[in-house]
């Protein structure tokens, strides 16, 4: 079980926003950056967004992330149906000493 | 554009070591921190540890005692090496690498490599 929490799906329809959470204690979310990844079926993750909200070169600016607290957002504006994949968030934890992925989120373009 | 295929059995028995390399294409690997990660079936991404190119490593505690991570600069690769495994270890493996200088995400990922632990 994954000390960091998104919900388990989340959907819109084209052109929509959709935000995805990720909750996690202060000794993860709260105390390191958090990256965000996307991932196909039957593809590797590919990394959306690191050190809270830094984009890769390549990555549209549709994708957007942020840090608040103890919690961590990924946006998705303008949905589009390629972007129907699984989104998982990722932090170092300094309690467990170790890097954690989310429960991962689901996402399905109506 | 660097690429990291990786290469080694896809088949292991239940009890033995599995064995994996990844080797840095198109680029170097004294630049970067390496990593190895899994993902069980149906399951979300699982990070098993790092590597530098010093030879400096280590390792996710719930596989400490059961993995090696190494690296070798003269051939641009690094390795896993996993032992005593069990079914519970049956899972696509990437190898990636580890974005500079914030060192806190994967930005580039090898296409995975199912291994299977047959019992």
């Known amino acids: 079980q994954s000390v960091l929490t998104q919900p388990p799906s989340a959907s819109g329809t084209p052109g929509q926003r959709v935000t995805i959470s990720c909750s996690g204690g202060?000794?993860?979310?709260?105390?390191?950056?958090v990256s965000w990844y996307q991932q196909l079926p039957g593809t590797a993750p590919k990394l959306l967004i690191y050190s809270n909200s830094q984009r890769p070169t390549g990555v549209p600016d549709r994708f957007s992330g942020s840090k608040s607290g103890t919690s961590a957002s990924l946006a998705i504006s303008g949905l589009q149906s390629d972007d129907e994949a699984d989104y998982y968030c990722?932090?170092?934890?300094?309690?467990?000493?170790?890097?954690?992925f989310g429960t991962g989120t689901k996402v399905t373009v109506l | 554009q660097v690429l990291l295929p990786e290469s080694g059995p896809r088949l292991v028995t239940s009890s033995e070591t599995l064995s994996l390399t990844c080797t840095v294409s198109?680029?170097?690997?004294?630049?970067?921190?390496w990593s190895w990660i899994r993902q069980a079936p149906g399951k979300g991404p699982e990070w098993m540890g790092y590597?530098?190119?010093?030879?400096?490593?280590d390792s996710s505690p719930s596989l400490k005692s059961r993995v090696t991570i190494s690296v070798d600069t003269s051939r641009n690769q690094f390795s896993l090496r996993l032992t005593s495994v069990t079914a519970a270890d049956t899972a696509v493996y990437y190898c990636a690498r580890v974005v500079a200088p914030t060192n806190d995400a994967f930005d580039i990922w090898g296409q995975g490599t199912f291994v299977t632990v047959s019992t």
């Open positions: 590597v530098y190119r010093s030879g400096n490593s």
């Open positions: 202060s000794s993860i979310i709260g105390s390191s950056t």
């Open positions: 198109g680029g170097s690997i004294d630049t970067h921190y």
């Open positions: 990722a932090a170092w934890d300094e309690s467990l000493n170790d890097y954690v």
